[in-house]
């Protein structure tokens, strides 16, 4: 399979690509700063470009059978007022209006993005959501209207997954995890990177939660506890 990976320099991203090379996919990276992937495979090519502008949208997805979305996650030492202060930050909307217009043109169907929980309908008011959309300012704005767009579009002839993903942290996957649509998360919420994306590749691949919002996560020890296991 041919995928495409937008955003591969970030830490969810980069282990896409490491995945799924290792998995025998070709992979597509498309990045601002080469420099930051430090992958190299004979099955990897990297287009460098910025996912806003529609040119570099329209020249990557052509050949593709999938395309994985993993932008807006600001890089490690940030601190909330630089998040806050920076500039507009509309990565992941104008990326995606950009894929829903040329994926089509090329008969591209199969369409995974991440998002996080506490955008768009996950946004349940919850002291975790509070609390999250309170630290990441803009970025969480960003990925409410990415959903926002993209149920407003149900319509295209696009088969989208939006994996919202709580905590991510490194180290060695493998434990049970579940996916929702609907649940509360608390602070104890979390997944290693590593089997983000290995879920994010299967859903390019096999497409089990298709034109579905799901939330991902290990099981919770805190307050919503016995909440993730009624859900699961």
Not at 218 to 223: M, S
Request: aromatic content about 6%; overall charge negative; some cysteine.
């Amino acid at each position: 399979m041919r995928i495409a990976v937008l955003g591969a320099t970030g830490a969810t991203g980069r282990e896409i690509v490491k995945q799924a090379l290792f998995q025998g996919h070709e992979v597509t990276a498309l990045v601002r700063r080469p420099e930051a992937l430090d992958v190299t495979h004979e099955r990897l090519s990297v287009v460098v470009g910025d996912a806003t502008e529609e040119k570099v949208i329209a020249n990557l997805v052509p050949g593709h059978d999938a395309v994985i979305a993993s932008l807006g996650r600001p890089e490690s030492g940030h601190s909330k007022a630089e998040i806050d202060d920076s500039v507009e930050v509309n990565v992941c909307y104008e990326s995606t209006k950009h894929l829903y217009k040329h994926l089509p043109q090329h008969g591209i169907k199969r369409l995974v993005l991440m998002s996080t929980h506490g955008s768009g309908t996950s946004n349940d008011g919850s002291p975790y959501v509070v609390q999250l959309r309170d630290w990441v300012g803009k970025r969480v704005k960003d990925k409410d209207d990415m959903e926002a767009f993209i149920d407003a579009n149900r319509d295209a002839p696009i088969d989208f997954t939006v994996i919202r993903n709580p905590l991510i942290y490194p180290g060695q996957g493998g434990r049970p995890f579940g996916v929702f649509e609907q649940v509360e998360f608390d602070d104890t919420s979390k997944i290693p990177v590593s089997d983000l994306a290995r879920f994010a590749i299967a859903e390019a691949v096999d497409g089990i939660f298709v034109n579905k919002f799901v939330s991902i996560s290990e099981p919770l020890t805190g307050p919503s506890a016995a909440k993730w296991h009624l859900a699961k």
